[in-house]
């Protein structure tokens, strides 16, 4: 990608990468979708979206929406940056997993020896989905700004326990709910990071080097005279 639409200097570049980060992130949802069907124990978060949803008999996607949408106002009264992406970020990823639900391409696995490897490919399917989002440049999830809003706030705690802490507190919350907790569980908590390290090796994709484009920025550009 060039460096006009890494830094989304015009509208076009900007619309490009909206949908670059819309595409990305539906193809997430199949990912989430593929470490649920798993069936051994979904991820921290998914926990949580699972047990609103059991609990208050909605959708997946309308449970992923609202849990999304009090961490954004989360992040608002933290002063955390917000981009155009979180927005796509809250609505689509959780959607994607309702469409894909209702076409049943996958069956729940029945044990951990099928259940695993669709676990994994799952991760590897988030890992790739994540590197095609945040390339896009347009912020990060609200769940990742809440992390970096926390962090800077606890400076003495490493944001590897902080990360921990937050995962922890999603999983509680959502196993109470009736979410499903078990080993594919601790494999999405500790495993999802070193598969994304690993997967952005493979394209040298270094998410450090990304300046993300604030909201009040992007709608600048794209009311400004550049096309």
Known sequence: MNTEFRQNQRSRSI???????????????????????????????????????????????????????IILIIDL????????????????????????????????????????????????VLAYTQYGYMAAALGCGPRDTLLVGVAKRLRRVPIGLISIALLSMATLIGGLLGGPVGIGTLICAFGAGPIMQAAFGTVHFDATHIHHQKLIETFRVIFSKKK
């Open 77 to 124: 009264i933290l002063h955390e940056p917000i981009g155009i992406a979180m927005f796509i970020d809250a609505v689509v990823v959780g959607k994607s997993v309702d469409f894909f639900n209702a076409l049943h391409l996958i069956k729940p696995c029945t044990s951990p020896l099928t259940g695993i490897p669709v676990m994994l490919f799952g991760l590897v």
């Open 15 to 69: 619309f490009f990468n909206m949908l670059l980060a819309a595409f990305s992130l539906f193809v997430n949802g199949f990912g989430v979708y593929l470490t649920i069907q798993a069936n051994i124990g979904a991820g921290p978060w998914e926990v949580l979206n699972l047990g609103l949803s059991k609990t208050l008999g909605i959708l997946y996607g309308t449970a992923s929406i609202s849990v999304s949408l």
